[in-house]
């Protein structure tokens, strides 16, 4: 019978069975298929197409999050002395469905650095940066100076070297 609410593992077991045989394998699919696109088209320059990618990975890591979540609500919803067993159903497609997030994360970190190299003019090649929210700020600052300068305006409070010219401590060291 039913404890407050709270339904036996054999009521939820087919749940179980479509998130463990069907949709985190099919999320996983597409996102495994996503970061080769990604790699492919990063290594052959063409990057409105790593854009474009990243961006349906990015929905598709997403729904993968939502697919945990919805997990773990029907987890709440199984009788106590049930979990343990309920954990040991789901515990590989949780390892996994976490490990393909990860993994993806670290290539789009990789991808975001090479843009923003790329990006940059070659007679003034600034360090690597590999920390994630500096890659975002120099996207943003270059989204700005775009958007700017096709309006008419002037760049806004944007440092120089933000763009890929040299900044205002390099220009004193000089």
Do not use: W
């Amino acid at each position: 019978m039913q404890e407050d609410g709270k339904l036996p593992l054999k009521r939820v077991e087919l749940s179980l069975t479509k998130f463990n045989d069907v949709a985190i394998p099919h999320h996983l699919d597409l996102l495994r298929q996503h970061k080769a696109n990604i790699l492919k088209y990063e290594e052959l320059g063409q990057y409105a197409r790593v854009r474009s990618e990243q961006t349906h990975a990015r929905r598709v890591a997403s729904q993968l999050r939502s697919l945990l979540g919805e997990l773990e609500a029907l987890r709440r919803g199984v009788r106590p002395p049930d979990r343990a067993r309920f954990d040991a159903l789901t515990q590989g497609s949780r390892e996994r469905t976490l490990a393909a997030i990860m993994d993806y994360l670290g290539v789009i970190e990789r991808s975001c650095i090479a843009l923003v190299d790329s990006s940059r003019p070659s007679t003034h090649p600034r360090p690597l940066r590999t920390d994630r929210s500096q890659c975002a700020l120099d996207g943003l600052r270059g989204h700005r100076a775009r958007h700017s300068a096709a309006a008419g305006g002037p760049a806004g409070d944007i440092d120089p070297g933000a763009r890929g010219g040299l900044g205002r401590m390099e220009r004193a060291a000089e």
